[in-house]
């Protein structure tokens, strides 16, 4: 059986000090800035992946000291080992995954993080539930819980279940953080990808409140003429 000794060792040894700092500059690690004092190996995500696939079996109370780790990748292996037990287990053992994800949300602190886990474990788990943990969360301070919220319902869009994500959008439409801004029109781009119609209403609804970034991320894939339609009505 791995254990969690192992898995951290070699870790490390695949750390890579030069790529760690740019890591820290990308995922914005500076004072004041939306991940301030994340520290990073520099690790690649493929060999996580890799790792995240070999140790498997590690128990879940040692995912969880993962997921209170410093280390950004250990936090991030801790989830997709998670997300990748979720996909294969039965009820009872995805609801003892989802307890220890929600328990353990305040660890979810940078976009990737919340990317990789929420559509595959709260979305998942609550696709055939009640949500109102998702509309709580779109009504967080913090950012990353508010990040979760939408990201979650990819797991519905990509089911072509669109009211979650839509009622969710609505309450992010005036959300001050650029990287809600872009994870929210991203949602709305996989909505308009399934139903162009759906989509379309939603923009023709709230064009003019939507923050321009939101807006120019949910019409990427539209004819030019489109989006220059929909950026001349917008406010912001």
């Known amino acids: 059986m791995a254990t969690l000794k192992e898995l951290r060792m070699e870790m490390h040894k695949l750390a890579d000090p030069s ?15 939306y991940a301030e004092g994340d520290c990073f190996l520099g690790i690649r995500v493929p060999l996580l992946r890799r790792l995240a696939k070999q140790h498997k079996s590690l128990v ?21 080992i998670l997300s990748n037990a979720f996909l294969k287990n039965d009820e009872e053992s995805r609801k003892i995954i989802f307890n220890l994800y929600v328990r353990y949300l305040s660890s979810v602190n940078n976009w990737d993080l919340v990317d990789i886990s929420a559509p595959n474990i709260a979305g998942a788990f609550l696709w055939d539930k009640e949500k109102t943990l998702l509309y709580n969360l779109a009504k967080s301070k913090n950012i990353w819980e ?13 089911r072509n279940s669109f009211n979650d994500a839509l009622n969710i959008a609505r309450l992010l439409l005036n959300d001050n953080e650029d990287l809600i801004h872009k994870a929210t029109g991203w949602m709305l781009r996989e909505v308009g990808k399934r139903s162009l119609e759906t989509e379309k209403s939603f923009l023709d609804a709230n064009v003019k409140i939507m923050p321009r970034t939101m807006l120019r991320y949910a019409i990427e894939r539209f004819p030019e003429k ?9 406010s912001k």
Do not use: N
Not at 19 to 33: M, N, W
Not at 60 to 80: C, F, G, N, P, Y
């Open 226 to 234: 489109d989006r220059s339609r929909y950026l001349e009505k917008t």
């Open 60 to 80: 879940l109370k040692d995912v969880a000291v993962l997921l209170k780790s410093k280390w950004h990748e250990e936090r991030l292996t801790a989830l997709i």
């Open 146 to 158: 508010r990040r979760a919220a939408i990201m979650a319902t990819f797991y519905f869009i990509k």
């Open 19 to 33: 790529r760690a700092g740019f890591l820290q500059g990308f995922f914005k690690t500076g004072k004041g800035e």
